[in-house]
């Protein structure tokens, strides 16, 4: 199997490079599960929250562990948007993500009893990987219409060459080949 | 409610027509987590391999337990990913959705789980049927579940869970 090497300061993975599209092959980077890294890049981007940043803001899935430990670590709490609607949602934020990746509309769902907590925040966006920006413009949205002011927008990894207003610890590579 | 010390109120939410649950959600919850991981590695068995949970909101749990254990964990998905190699699948009725849910293993974790001791981890254990299809999956790739650890139990009480606390189930108004 192709691996790609991965590092987060003296943690390094060689992760499986998969073909998402046919010639367009990328590492594929899965935090969730891998204690060692996460708390790695938690250490390394709690560095970067603005020392105003009141709470810290992410979406399921594999981003959860990285802003759990961010939060652990900087004692800010976090609240995360959810990729699907739950029973017990009361008068959701509702907003629609244009994810080029996939190609598919996602939607993003925030509980009006969590969006409670952003009002008048700072917040910082938090991710494990960043590649268009589609759901990265689709979560500050999410956040402005909670009333949450966006100070920072913190990835591990930024993957491809879009030119995003982004802070990541690594660069990963969209791999073509002919 | 009292989760390892710290005290928090549950809102009680009706999720049938003839049951309201009080919605423990820890989710973007550091302390509750931190100190339910803290409590729960004290109780688990020495002799854990590995921790499984499902996603999502369990993962702060299995990743904060596992940092203060040391034991790796494994994340059984919701859906299938495309990038998935022989993943492993068992389908749950889920009790807060109603809905048939898929649980999946991605077969690249399956090294950390045949022939090991697993201890699975969820936030609240309620009707078992999560429960159920996870020590199905288990088993079906060749590990042995020798724990089941939650911050709650609901409904009914269980004693085959490692628990620190106990919901009841309320009747709407």
């Known amino acids: ?178 | 409610m009292k989760i390892a010390g710290v005290h928090r109120e549950l809102p009680v939410v009706q999720v049938g027509p003839e049951v309201s649950v009080a919605l423990f959600n820890m989710l973007g919850d550091t302390e509750v987590v931190e100190e339910a991981a803290a409590a729960l590695a004290q109780r688990m068995p020495a002799d854990i391999d590995t921790l499984v949970t499902p996603e999502v909101k369990a993962v702060p749990l299995a990743h904060a337990l596992s940092r203060l254990t040391g034991r790796p964990y494994v994340v059984a998905r919701k859906t299938e990913k495309p990038y998935m190699i022989n993943p492993v699948s068992r389908t749950v009725i889920s009790i807060t959705t109603g809905k048939p849910q898929l649980l999946v293993l991605d077969g690249t974790d399956v090294p950390l789980l045949k022939g090991k001791k697993v201890a699975i981890v969820d936030d609240v254990v309620s009707t078992g049927s999560t429960l159920k299809g996870l020590s199905d999956l288990i088993t079906d790739v060749g590990g042995v579940v020798g724990a089941v650890m939650a911050v709650f139990t609901e409904g009914s009480p269980r004693d085959d869970v490692i628990a620190l606390g106990h919901l009841p189930l309320f009747k709407p108004d």
């Open chain 1, 1 to 178: 199997m192709e691996t790609y090497p991965i590092t987060i300061g003296k943690i390094t993975r060689h992760v499986p490079v998969v073909e998402t599209l046919p010639g367009v092959h990328i590492p594929l980077v899965e935090i969730m599960g891998d204690v060692e890294l996460v708390q790695a890049a938690a250490e390394a981007l709690v560095k970067h929250l603005p020392p105003e940043t009141d709470t810290l803001l992410t979406l399921e899935t594999s981003p959860i562990v990285l802003a759990h430990a961010m939060s652990a670590i900087s004692g800010k709490p976090y609240v995360v948007v959810r990729r699907k609607r739950r029973p017990y949602m009361q008068d959701p934020i509702i907003q629609e993500v244009e994810s080029l990746t996939l190609g598919v509309t996602e939607t993003l769902w925030l509980d009006s009893r969590m969006a409670e907590k952003l009002l008048g925040h700072n917040v910082a966006l938090i991710f494990d990987v960043v590649s268009s920006g589609g759901t990265m413009m689709a979560l500050e949205k999410v956040a402005k219409k909670a009333g949450a002011n966006v100070v920072a927008r913190l990835a591990a990894f930024h993957q491809g060459t879009s030119k995003l207003p982004l802070t990541a610890l690594s660069e990963i590579p969209i791999l073509q080949t002919a």
